[in-house]
T-cell receptor, first 113, second 111 residues
Framework: DVKVTQSSRYLVKRTGEKVFLECVQD?????MFWYRQDPGLGLRLIYF???????EKGDIPEGYSVSREKKERFSLILESASTNQTSMYLC????????????FGPGTRLTVL | LAKTTQPISMDSYEGQEVNITCSHN???????ITWYQQFPSQGPRFIIQ???TKVTNEVASLFIPADRKSSTLSLPRVSLSDTAVYYC????????????FGAGTRLFVKA
């Protein structure tokens, strides 16, 4: 089975802190994604990557950056956390050009105080 | 990108068949229709995908009419554990690039 793991289930940070969220997948998937999920808004795509060192902006990239130095690992970085970035963050991976089945991690609930 | 429209919520009883319809009037020729299920405090889970007519797996069936402007996810004989949010997405078959998750349909199954 595909396994997507995220570094933390719950995280509490202070405004202005730099925050790293890490995601690792073990199925050699080319694609990796970062979403945030807020009540009533569904999932919104922040960034995605289709290869090592490649990244593409999603719908809401402002305030975020990403890093993909290895195929299995995709990191989301909040350079200076703000309270409006309090949210559930979900990482996903998928095979390139193999349908649209994304495999999601359990999520990280981030609270910025 | 095709946008989708789904009911915000639905109620059902155990043992009933549930049909959730999704509208996607602007679906493109190369778009596929994909459905996900999400339980509280978990990431979404892929249920089924189709292009036209009918697709069935061990979990659900997906009905797509000839014009492909809508699709219906059918869950046979639901149980309490089917209470979840169901998302309909349309996108090209590129591994999920640029897929848009809307607000989904919250299904509540009662005893």
């Amino acid at each position: 089975d595909v396994k997507v793991t995220q570094s933390s289930r719950y995280l509490v940070k202070r405004t202005g802190e730099k925050v790293f969220l890490e995601c690792v997948q073990d199925m050699d998937h080319e694609n990796m994604f970062w979403y945030r999920q807020d009540p009533g808004l569904g999932l919104r795509l922040i960034y995605f990557s289709y290869d090592v060192k490649m990244k593409e902006k999603g719908d809401i990239p402002e305030g975020y950056s990403v890093s993909r130095e290895k195929k299995e690992r995709f990191s989301l970085i909040l350079e200076s956390a703000s309270t409006n970035q309090t949210s559930m963050y979900l990482c996903a991976s998928s095979l390139l050009r193999e349908g649209n089945e994304q495999f999601f991690g359990p999520g990280t609930r981030l609270t910025v105080l | 990108l095709a946008k989708t429209t789904q009911p915000i919520s639905m109620d059902s009883y155990e043992g009933q068949e549930v049909n959730i319809t999704c509208s996607h009037n602007n679906i493109a020729t190369n778009d596929y229709i994909t459905w996900y299920q999400q339980f509280p405090s978990q990431g979404p889970r892929f249920i089924i995908q189709g292009y036209k007519t009918k697709v069935t797996n061990e979990v659900a069936s997906l009905f797509i009419p000839a014009d492909r402007k809508s699709s219906t996810l059918s869950l046979p004989r639901v149980s309490l554990s089917d209470t979840a949010v169901y998302y309909c997405l349309v996108a090209q078959n590129t591994g999920g690039f640029k897929t848009i998750f809307g607000a989904g349909t919250r299904l509540f199954v009662k005893a």
